[in-house]
């Protein structure tokens, strides 16, 4: 059996003296579909936020055990966390699109990373709505508000932004 891409051990994560996660091993295997499953409220996004660091964002976070990505640890000081995220992405059940056009919310972390060749940022543009099954239902629509699409739409339009970033 192949390595995990991402493996947790022993993984304990405590929101101040509440421990919402308690000692998670659990690795996952290239190529193969995972799921979390169970009641609300149990720590499956919990868990899924330490697998790219967002609950670093959050105060009060203690995290112990380790969560290795392709054989490192991802919470060791030397972990670039912009690399990390482009890596291992989050797409939420509410989608959060930026209050931009839908090209800007595309081509926004290419031009911040100093990409700024319209020609090259427009085939990024189409090619990544395309993967993402939305280019036909906005491609006429590109300068518009992103936020004005229907709730599906802004979540492909959200995983599109991930997909070339």
Known sequence: MAE????A???????DEFQALHGI???FSPNQISALIGPSGCGK??????LNRMNDMIDGVTITGTVQFHGKNIYSPQTNLVELRKSIGMVFQQPNPFPFSVYDNITYGLRIAGLRDKQKLDEIVERS???AAVWDEVKDN???NALSFSG???QRICISRSLET
């Not at 995990?4 to 493996?7: G, K």
């Not at 996004?45 to 330490?50: A, I, K, Q």
């Open 45 to 50: 996004s919990t868990f899924l936020r330490c």
């Open 9 to 15: 051990d022993n993984l304990d994560l405590f929101y």
């Open 142 to 144: 590109l300068y518009d």
């Open 25 to 27: 091993h659990l690795d």
């Open 129 to 131: 709505l395309k993967q």
């Open 4 to 7: 995990p891409i991402i493996s």
């Open 152 to 154: 599906g739409q802004q």
